[in-house]
């Protein structure tokens, strides 16, 4: 028998898909092209609207997400996902309210941290396009299928790292000194360190070793057959897929534990996943030019998982003090946007010598 939280997910991953086949031109005869500045400003616009709209909804219609429908069910999600949640005995649907409030709280603070974190995804993903000598328009295919694919991989790893967190308390620990030592080695890690080795890849090598590589493109296939003996095919094309989604995969060894530390609800996780990666993938052909801009971005990304990892290892302490989920979000803000003030106002040193040369 399905669950609630089944019902609802299968109907969460219809709409993502609905949206995902409109997105790349599945009902209409639309060819793989050059994504222009207003389209990618038109998809982005409507990830980002369906992500807020979908605020007000877990807001309101939260408990559709877990079946709640009495007290009894309520205080038993709460004790599971949300023991902080003071219910009102006697009280349910103020007590829900809260509970939804809180859910509502966690989606949208869990959303800004995976948007953000996920912004370095578009260096990576700009370095794996010109390694393999992708065309430009066949980018957007590339990225819908490759991050498709890790939105499956994204699935298992959050609900086995939810069980685990249920059953063995201490991993909270670890995820928050991992979260420390990533944000310190961001901190100083250089561009130059960043490279691509395509024939040495990883990827390249285990898919190499269990598919036939065509050595071309063929127009934009993924999977080609090849005569006389009708042999099936992957192209380079569906490398850069599976590549794609296994370098997601990798971002998000340090994204879905510091989205832990926001919630324990596995489905509030996936949920602000989704939103963020898929709003991400429309924003990366208008960002992809304008990144370089944001030079202080890095550091405000180093300083957020620091700050996180802090968080999950002070956590008790913290709840003692005071500390609210709110001002979690505030933080959060704060470092993003001080790092993206400093990246307007703080000119870089060589553009400063460049002017003063031209001035001589």
Same mark, same amino acid.
């Given at each position: 028998m399905l669950t609630s939280e089944t019902i609802f997910f299968l109907g969460f991953a219809a709409f993502v898909m609905l949206v995902m086949a409109f997105d790349l031109g599945a009902f209409t005869k639309q060819k793989s092209h050059v994504v222009s500045f207003k389209e990618a400003a038109t998809w982005s616009a409507i990830w980002v609207a369906l992500s807020i709209a979908f605020y007000f909804f877990i807001k309101n219609y939260g408990y559709l997400v877990h079946g709640i429908t009495d007290f009894a069910r309520l205080q038993e999600v709460r004790n599971t996902y949300a023991d902080h949640?003071?219910?009102?005995?006697?009280?349910?649907?103020?007590?829900? @309210? &809260? !509970?939804?409030?809180?859910?509502?709280? +966690?989606? $949208?603070?869990?959303?800004?941290?995976?948007?953000?974190?996920?912004?370095?995804?578009?260096?990576?993903?700009?370095?794996?396009?010109?390694?393999?000598?992708?065309?430009?328009?066949?980018?957007?295919?590339?990225?819908?299928?490759?991050?498709?694919?890790?939105?499956i991989l994204r699935f298992v790893f959050i609900f086995v790292g939810?069980?685990?967190?249920?059953?063995?308390?201490?991993?909270?620990?670890?995820?928050?000194?991992?979260?420390?030592?990533?944000?310190? @080695? &961001? !901190?100083?890690?250089?561009?130059?360190? +960043?490279? $691509?080795?395509?024939?040495?890849?990883?990827?390249?090598?285990?898919?190499?070793?269990?598919?036939?590589?065509?050595?071309?493109?063929?127009?934009?296939?993924?999977?080609?057959?090849?005569?006389?003996?009708?042999?099936?095919?992957?192209?380079?094309?569906?490398?850069?897929?599976?590549?794609?989604?296994?370098?997601?995969?990798?971002?998000?060894?340090?994204?879905?534990?510091?989205?832990?530390?926001?919630?324990?609800?596995?489905y509030i996780v996936f949920f602000s996943n989704v939103f963020a990666i898929m709003g991400l993938r429309s924003m990366f052909f208008f960002l992809s030019s304008i990144m370089s801009q944001f030079r202080f971005l890095k550091v405000g990304l180093a300083v957020l998982l620091t700050f996180i990892g802090v968080k999950m290892l002070t956590e008790h302490w913290l709840e003692e003090w005071g500390f609210k989920p709110v001002y979690s979000l505030y933080i959060i803000v704060g470092i993003l946007g001080v790092s993206v003030l400093a990246s307007w106002l703080i000119p870089e040193k060589k553009e400063i010598k460049e002017s003063v040369d031209q001035d001589a």
């Amino acid at each position: 028998m399905l669950t609630s939280e089944t019902i609802f997910f299968l109907g969460f991953a219809a709409f993502v898909m609905l949206v995902m086949a409109f997105d790349l031109g599945a009902f209409t005869k639309q060819k793989s092209h050059v994504v222009s500045f207003k389209e990618a400003a038109t998809w982005s616009a409507i990830w980002v609207a369906l992500s807020i709209a979908f605020y007000f909804f877990i807001k309101n219609y939260g408990y559709l997400v877990h079946g709640i429908t009495d007290f009894a069910r309520l205080q038993e999600v709460r004790n599971t996902y949300a023991d902080h949640v003071e219910l009102i005995p006697g009280n349910f649907e103020r007590s829900l @309210q &809260l !509970f939804q409030n809180n859910m509502a709280l +966690e989606y $949208i603070t869990g959303y800004l941290v995976e948007y953000s974190l996920s912004a370095d995804n578009i260096f990576v993903f700009i370095l794996i396009f010109a390694s393999f000598g992708v065309r430009e328009r066949f980018y957007k295919k590339i990225l819908v299928w490759g991050i498709l694919g890790a939105i499956i991989l994204r699935f298992v790893f959050i609900f086995v790292g939810s069980a685990l967190l249920q059953r063995f308390d201490w991993i909270i620990y670890i995820f928050g000194a991992f979260l420390v030592y990533t944000g310190i @080695q &961001l !901190f100083f890690q250089k561009e130059e360190d +960043e490279q $691509i080795d395509t024939k040495n890849h990883p990827v390249v090598k285990l898919v190499s070793k269990y598919f036939n590589v065509y050595r071309r493109n063929v127009v934009d296939h993924f999977f080609i057959r090849r005569r006389p003996d009708n042999k099936l095919f992957v192209t380079p094309l569906f490398i850069v897929v599976v590549v794609i989604a296994f370098t997601d995969l990798v971002f998000a060894v340090d994204s879905i534990p510091a989205i832990f530390s926001i919630t324990k609800d596995p489905y509030i996780v996936f949920f602000s996943n989704v939103f963020a990666i898929m709003g991400l993938r429309s924003m990366f052909f208008f960002l992809s030019s304008i990144m370089s801009q944001f030079r202080f971005l890095k550091v405000g990304l180093a300083v957020l998982l620091t700050f996180i990892g802090v968080k999950m290892l002070t956590e008790h302490w913290l709840e003692e003090w005071g500390f609210k989920p709110v001002y979690s979000l505030y933080i959060i803000v704060g470092i993003l946007g001080v790092s993206v003030l400093a990246s307007w106002l703080i000119p870089e040193k060589k553009e400063i010598k460049e002017s003063v040369d031209q001035d001589a």
